[in-house]
């Protein structure tokens, strides 16, 4: 069997190039890659020709043999002329777009009742500077208060023992005995209860005299004050009756001395005026409420 392959049209002096290059392809085992590469080094500057190939063959694996030869071949210099493939452009980087990040927050100042800090504290320490103003006013205007109240605590009864001190006739010397008592406090009321009162209770109880003894309280003086103790002074006129007539003491000044006892003021001790602790132990009487005898040297009432 005879075939024919065609490659390309060219001479007949083509033919015997032909053959070269044919038998350079059957036996590669003959040339070494160093002659393979110096040969490609050289017919790399020569321009390739393409061959026409008149092979014989006689059946139909041989050209099966050869159109895969000639196909290996024409795909071999492809390969090599195939262009390279130009570098892969590198992808621009996009600028990635900023993403608008919201803006820190400026820190937060501290605050206090809704002013900030220092403000705060400046309006508490006035609040509380006012605070302590207005407590120091309220505690001097309650003490004055409070102290007012016991000055005139004192004085009344001042005032009452004042109104008592000489006050007695055959009809109320009891009762005024009785008043006396509640008015009195400490030694002076275990005075009064031993020596003047039996004195009064035995002048008028035998009912044989018609004399009587009167006083008023005129003023009064409060002087000292604290939680237990005080002092005042009672101005008093004294008026006193007998059948011989009437006489008169204006102007008597008791001095006092007081005592807060069960939650009241008492009268503790009392002063002729003029008269002290030492004096008072050589009066007779004992410096207590006079007696229903009147004094032999009053002014005599006309």
């Known amino acids: 069997m005879t075939a024919k392959t065609n490659r390309d049209t060219g001479d007949a002096d083509d033919v015997a190039e032909t053959a070269e290059v044919a038998a350079e392809e059957e036996s590669p085992a003959a040339s070494s890659p160093e002659s393979s590469e110096a040969s490609e080094a050289s017919g790399s500057g020569r321009r390739k020709r393409r061959v026409r190939v008149i092979e014989v063959i006689e059946d139909d694996e041989e050209l099966d043999d050869v159109l895969a030869r000639i196909d290996a071949e024409d795909g071999e210099p492809e390969a090599k002329a195939a262009p390279k493939a130009a570098p892969k452009a590198a992808p621009k980087l996009e600028k990635a777009a900023e993403k608008d990040e919201p803006e820190a927050p400026a820190p937060a100042r501290p605050v206090l009742l809704g002013l900030p800090l220092a403000q705060a504290v400046a309006l508490i320490v006035v609040v509380a500077v006012l605070a302590s103003l207005a407590l120091w006013q ?165």
Do not use: C, H
């Open 138 to 302: 309220w505690r001097s205007a309650s003490g004055k208060a409070s102290e007012a109240s016991e000055r005139a605590a004192v004085a009344k009864i001042a005032r009452q023992y004042g109104d008592v001190a000489a006050n007695y006739n055959a009809s109320n010397y009891r009762e005024q005995i009785a008043a006396a008592e509640k008015l009195m406090g400490g030694d002076l009321l275990d005075r009064y209860k031993n020596q003047t009162a039996p004195g009064i209770i035995n002048t008028f109880k035998a009912g044989e005299t018609t004399a009587s003894l009167t006083s008023r309280s005129v003023a009064v003086f409060v002087g000292d004050v604290n939680d237990k103790f005080a002092t005042a002074v009672v101005q008093v006129d004294i008026e006193g009756r007998t059948p011989q007539g009437a006489t008169e003491a204006p102007a008597n000044l008791i001095r006092l001395a007081l005592a807060k006892i069960d939650g009241g003021w008492k009268v503790t001790k009392q002063y002729a005026s003029g008269e002290n602790d030492q004096t008072q132990a050589q009066n007779q009487n004992g410096s207590t409420l006079p007696t229903a005898n009147p004094s032999t040297s009053p002014t005599k009432k006309n």
